[in-house]
């Protein structure tokens, strides 16, 4: 096998993949693994009660760049993550809005993906 072919099968094996993941939760991984980034920043956005920055919300959920999060927010939820939060948490502090998760994922309480899928950041 040339280096090539090594190319062509790993090409193969990744399309495996994908197909696997986008036919268990309906997405493909980086579509999923996305979501549940953001859904997870959604969560630590409505929690006034740490005061989180968005900065440490976008360090939180793996973005070195603040603009790089919060154009991947904006393309989830459709607007700014400072808006969102303005949207979901009132002046006092009380959360306001739907608490569910969007679209077919069960996370538990702390945020993490559901049992017996491995995507999402290591360690969260």
Not at 7 to 13: E, I, K, L, P
Not at 20 to 26: E, M, R, S
Not at 30 to 43: F, K, N, P, S, V
Not at 69 to 75: H, I, N, Y
């Amino acid at each position: 096998m040339d280096a090539r072919d090594a190319r062509v099968g790993g090409r193969d094996v990744a399309i495996g993949v994908r197909r696997a993941v986008k036919a268990l939760v309906g997405e493909t991984p980086l579509d999923y693994l996305t979501r549940w980034r953001m859904e997870t920043a959604g969560r630590l956005l409505r929690d006034r009660a740490k005061g989180r920055k968005l900065s440490a919300v976008a360090n939180a959920v793996g973005y070195r760049a603040d603009a790089a999060f919060a154009r991947a927010f904006r393309r989830v939820f459709g607007v700014s993550p400072s808006s969102w939060r303005a949207q979901h948490v009132d002046r006092a502090g009380v959360i306001v809005g739907n608490e569910e998760p969007t679209r077919r994922v069960g996370h538990d309480i702390d945020g993490s993906p559901p049992v017996g899928v491995g995507v999402g950041p290591a360690g969260d």
